[in-house]
């Protein structure tokens, strides 16, 4: 999220915070982001794309159809692993993949770990295991 759009949503919570005579957690957006960065599990670095529009222009065009947007993120599959070898989480969430569904065959969807991306990435990994037993 942009500093900018940060800076507004703690705005709108010292707001919320006023009639409890409380105060924020956090000074503003770059405060959360040295906390973000100063988290010493995991060490996993940030990385980013820039994204722009390229379908169909109306007449006429609007400015966010110009802009280029910057897209920041850190790698998912190395988070959940250092989740997954955190011992604070050990023994306190269910890791297991799982596939669900009702009476009409539909694939119900819960959480996470009822996703397809979970349930594939499971098998992967298991058939790789499999293929280096002897």
């Known amino acids: 999220m942009s500093g900018g759009d940060i800076n507004i949503l703690l705005e709108l919570w010292a707001a919320s915070l006023l009639k409890h005579n409380d105060e924020l957690a ?15 599990l995991g060490d996993v670095p940030w990385q980013s794309f820039s994204v722009r529009y390229n379908g169909d222009r109306p007449d006429p065009v609007p400015p966010w159809m110009d802009a280029e947007f910057d897209v920041w993120f850190r790698d998912p599959r190395t988070l959940v692993h250092n989740l997954l070898l955190n011992p604070d989480f050990d023994n306190k969430f269910d890791c297991a993949p799982l596939q669900e569904y009702d009476m009409d065959g539909n694939h119900r969807f819960e959480n996470f ?16 295991l499999c293929s280096t037993v002897d």
Do not use: E
């Open 26 to 40: 956090f000074a503003n957006h770059k405060d959360i982001y040295d906390t973000i960065d100063a988290t010493p």
């Open 113 to 128: 770990m009822s996703g397809d991306w979970t349930w594939k990435q499971a098998v992967h990994y298991s058939l790789l």
